[in-house]
């Protein structure tokens, strides 16, 4: 046993040095310089980014001596940054070394003129005033990552003015230590604090192809005509140019999808209606049939879709047909005629039948005769819709098993007027998006999210809007979702449908509202008496609401908590990574790393914040995931890979390694936006994202183990299942070899077998598409733990379950 235990040993170190060589498919320099000379090279590696503000950025000639120089000048406050993206060696300690000079840089709420590593903790001391050239510096350590960004930062966690230069930047390695064998120790004998099932939490935006186009069944754009029909057809932007090889962009809706039907229509938006407050389209019928039609419907055969139109007579209208066409021939199309029109809107039900599959299906609307009629909405959705959800949408969020989801947003939150959303669909007004592109029809507002949630067993949370929103607002939305029918919203709310309270538990107060992307944001000394504002008057109609308030690590959420402790239940915190090109292993750790900051961030905060004495104000991460990458279902609709699921679950590792900080975290978004289930109009699946998440949920235990990991490259962690019969042990494994974990047990008997669920695939590229087989799998299997390790398959996240006598 001694020497094969040496064996194993000596096996771990050779493998722990050769990851290492794997860990980056860029070699890294020993040292790097940034002298800024030339400036073509200046503008291949260097960009600009404005967090907040409008800083102006140029290349100067006022470098130190007589060369060239980075520049930022800013009249009015900016966080900007000039930014450049560095292959670095995993497991290494680093210096970061440079010469600012600064002009009349003054601070409203950032730090000055300073260096720092992105999305890190930790910079350079920073300058204010007027300098001449100071030498700064910083040193840090990295842990798999194969690349640091190193900004350039005037302002700094909030902003400032004045203009700063910046020159020599230089990188250098101190030393490298190598990551450690693959051996891991649990402690069977001491859990910590458990884990919540709230961080399984899902976040769904009003935004590209997430609900509509995604989780709601609605065939048709533009329903209720918000764009002026016209003879121009140009519905979408980029719609009449020719994609690039490779490259890919998402249609955005700009001007009415519906296209005039016939030579003999007139077709004029009519301001003055008895139905809604905006137009609606006028067909006038001077000879045969004309009207409108939408196109590019996806059909499958022998498929049933049903459906209304809302039609008014004006004068002299003959018949009207709404027709579902699938080909070019007489009989290629399923009918329904109404004979005569109503003076008043009426309503007409819709139902078809598909004779053959088609992308290329149309639905027209279509008068005869002569005559004039008002067309006010109309809809179409596969009959098999749940209550207007997709039902094969509906079936894998059932599969992902999340217990709560956010809702209406992210930014689409801080210029959504809520009561847009209540009432009949049909004449709920149609805005453009205030955050995002395309437009907004309304067809999903609270009942339909309510309906939503208990359709797949969830609990519901909402965001307020305390950007261009008002308290009262926010207390009118609360009792109007949780108030009986003796209060006046509860009676509104009851009139549309819903006499029963949603009793709706928990509530965001606001988004994001210390950027300058978010409309309303505002400083934080004003956001904090305004948070407090809605807090208040929500509480004054329901005080069992939990309230959760707008955190950023650093200056804001510091200022959130000394003074808005008694107002909030949770605190919010947000982070998206990219990609690392450079290192595989550092690509799957970015999670882990944001996840471990703002950790470590709330620690400081519990010890030196009094206002938080005796109280516990966890986090909720309600938006976190990768963000990267070619938007190929809709806007933001990115593409996740194998690599990007393992980083997840090495995300869900360091939550549960900081459970007694996080307490609820919301994946975003839940479909085709950065979405862990994409969506055809036909077809949906699981992304890796999506597998991972659903895997975790339904396998993982409740009651975290400390895991003593000697090697840095495998992600390990451990759990006790609720009733402390099953031993959960999770591994992640992202390299592209075959690993094996020396395991050991203390504090209890070691188990010895059970069952391992593994999610894996060929490359780290791999992906599934909707509509095709998955190419990224979960496979179930027994085992029986030989000795003392465990053979991990390249490229997986394993869950072992220990059975436990």
Same mark, same amino acid.
């Given at each position: 046993m001694k020497n094969n235990?040496?064996?194993?040993?000596?096996?771990?170190?050779?493998?722990?040095?050769?990851?290492?060589?794997?860990?980056?498919?860029?070699?890294?320099?020993?040292?790097?310089?940034?002298?800024?000379?030339?400036?073509?090279?200046?503008?291949?590696?260097?960009?600009?980014?404005?967090?907040?503000?409008?800083?102006?950025?140029?290349?100067?000639?006022?470098?130190?001596?007589?060369?060239?120089?980075?520049?930022?000048?800013?009249?009015?406050?900016?966080?900007?940054?000039?930014?450049?993206r560095v292959p670095v060696k995993a497991f290494s300690t680093y210096r970061l070394t440079g010469w600012i000079r600064t002009r009349g840089v003054e601070t409203e709420s950032g730090r000055g003129a300073l260096l720092n590593l992105h999305s890190r903790e930790g910079a350079t001391r920073a300058l204010k005033g007027t300098t001449d050239w100071t030498k700064v510096e910083m040193t840090f350590e990295t842990m798999a990552e194969g690349s640091v960004q190193i900004n350039c930062l005037l302002g700094g966690w909030g902003s400032a003015t004045g203009t700063a230069w910046y020159d020599d930047i230089v990188l250098e390695c101190l030393?490298?230590?190598?990551?450690?064998?693959?051996?891991?120790?649990?402690?069977?004998?001491?859990?910590?604090e458990p884990i919540s099932k709230y961080i399984y939490g899902q976040f769904i935006e009003h935004l590209g192809r997430c609900i509509y186009g995604g989780i709601w069944a609605e065939m048709l754009e533009d329903r209720k005509f918000i764009f002026p029909i016209t003879t121009d057809y140009k519905p979408y932007r980029n719609m009449n140019r020719e994609k690039q090889p490779g490259e890919i962009f998402f249609d955005i809706l700009v001007a009415s999808p519906w296209r005039i039907v016939g030579t003999g229509a007139v077709v004029s938006m009519v301001e003055e209606n008895d139905w809604t407050r905006q137009a609606v389209p006028q067909v006038t019928v001077k000879a045969d049939a004309a009207g409108i039609e939408q196109l590019d419907l996806a059909l499958i055969e022998g498929k049933e879709y049903v459906g209304r139109v809302v039609l008014a007579a004006v004068e002299g209208s003959g018949p009207v047909e709404a027709r579902l066409i699938w080909g070019d021939g007489a009989d290629e199309r399923s009918v329904v005629s109404i004979p005569r029109l109503s003076k008043e809107f009426t309503k007409y039900p819709l139902q078809f039948k598909a004779g053959a599959s088609t992308e290329n299906g149309r639905l027209q609307i279509i008068g005869s005769g002569k005559g004039t009629f008002q067309i006010a909405a109309v809809s179409l959705m596969p009959a098999d819709n749940v209550e207007g959800f997709r039902p094969d949408v509906l079936a894998l969020l059932k599969e992902l098993d999340s217990p709560i989801?956010?809702?209406?947003?992210?930014?689409?939150?801080?210029?959504?007027?809520? @009561?847009?959303?209540?009432? !009949? $669909? #049909?004449?709920?007004?149609?805005?453009?998006?205030? %955050?995002?592109?395309?437009?907004?029809?309304?067809?999903?507002?609270?009942?339909?999210?309510v309906k939503f949630c208990r359709l797949i067993n969830t609990e519901p949370m909402i965001a307020v809007n305390t950007g261009f929103g008002d308290a009262w607002s926010a207390m009118e939305e609360v009792e109007y979702s949780n108030g009986g029918v003796d209060t006046a919203m509860g009676q509104?709310?009851?009139?549309?449908?819903?006499?029963?309270?949603?009793?709706?538990?928990?509530?965001?107060?606001?988004?994001?509202?210390?950027?300058?992307?978010?409309?309303?944001?505002?400083?934080?000394?004003?956001?904090?008496?305004?948070?407090?504002?809605?807090?208040? @008057?929500?509480?004054?109609? !329901? $005080? #069992?609401?939990?309230?959760?308030?707008?955190?950023? %690590?650093?200056?804001?959420?510091?200022?959130?908590?000394?003074?808005?402790?008694?107002?909030?239940?949770?605190?919010?915190?947000?982070?998206?990574?990219?990609?690392?090109?450079?290192?595989?292993?550092?690509?799957?750790?970015?999670?882990?790393?944001?996840?471990?900051?703002?950790?470590d961030a709330h620690r400081e905060y519990r010890k030196t914040i009094p206002q938080l004495e005796g109280k516990d104000i966890r986090v909720a991460m309600d938006e976190w995931n990768y963000w990267y990458g070619p938007h190929v279902y809709g806007e933001l609709g990115t593409r996740y890979f194998l690599k990007d699921a393992l980083g997840i679950a090495a995300g869900l590792h360091e939550f549960y390694r900081n459970s007694d900080i996080y307490y609820m975290a919301n994946y975003a978004q839940t479909v085709n936006v950065i979405g862990a289930i994409k969506t055809t109009k036909t077809d949906a699946a699981f992304a890796t994202t999506g597998q991972i998440l659903a895997m975790y949920r339904k396998q993982y235990g409740a009651h975290p183990l400390t895991v003593e990991n000697k090697g840095r490259v495998l992600d390990v962690a451990a759990a006790w299942t609720e009733d402390r019969k099953t031993l959960t042990l999770s591994v992640v494994n992202p390299l592209e070899e075959a690993q094996e974990l020396k395991l050991g047990f203390s504090g209890g008997k070691a188990p010895t077998a059970g069952t391992v669920h593994r999610l894996s695939g060929p490359e780290p590229g791999a992906y599934n598409e909707p509509g095709k087989d998955l190419v990224v799998t979960i496979h179930e299997e027994a085992f029986t733990l030989t000795g003392d390790t465990l053979e991990l398959p390249p490229l997986s996240a394993s869950i072992y379950r220990f059975n436990v006598k």
């Open positions: 235990r040496q064996g194993n040993l000596w096996l771990g170190l050779g493998l722990a040095l050769a990851m290492i060589v794997c860990l980056a498919s860029v070699s890294p320099a020993e040292s790097v310089t940034f002298d800024f000379e030339q400036p073509e090279p200046i503008r291949e590696q260097w960009r600009q980014t404005n967090w907040a503000g409008q800083g102006a950025f140029s290349i100067s000639d006022q470098g130190r001596g007589t060369g060239r120089c980075l520049e930022i000048q800013a009249r009015e406050g900016v966080d900007s940054a000039w930014h450049a030393s490298t230590t190598p990551p450690g064998p693959n051996e891991a120790v649990v402690d069977l004998s001491t859990t910590g989801y956010r809702w209406p947003g992210g930014n689409f939150v801080s210029g959504y007027e809520w @009561r847009d959303g209540i009432g !009949d $669909p #049909d004449k709920r007004p149609t805005r453009r998006n205030p %955050a995002w592109t395309g437009i907004e029809p309304n067809d999903v507002g609270i009942h339909e999210f509104w709310r009851a009139e549309n449908g819903d006499a029963e309270p949603f009793d709706i538990e928990w509530w965001c107060v606001g988004n994001e509202m210390f950027g300058s992307w978010q409309l309303g944001y505002m400083s934080l000394n004003h956001y904090t008496i305004k948070h407090n504002l809605f807090a208040e @008057r929500m509480w004054s109609v !329901d $005080p #069992d609401l939990k309230l959760v308030g707008v955190g950023e %690590a650093g200056n804001w959420s510091r200022g959130m908590l000394e003074r808005c402790a008694d107002n909030m239940d949770l605190l919010s915190e947000h982070f998206y990574v990219q990609e690392d090109r450079n290192s595989l292993v550092g690509h799957v750790n970015l999670p882990v790393r944001q996840i471990r900051r703002i950790a």
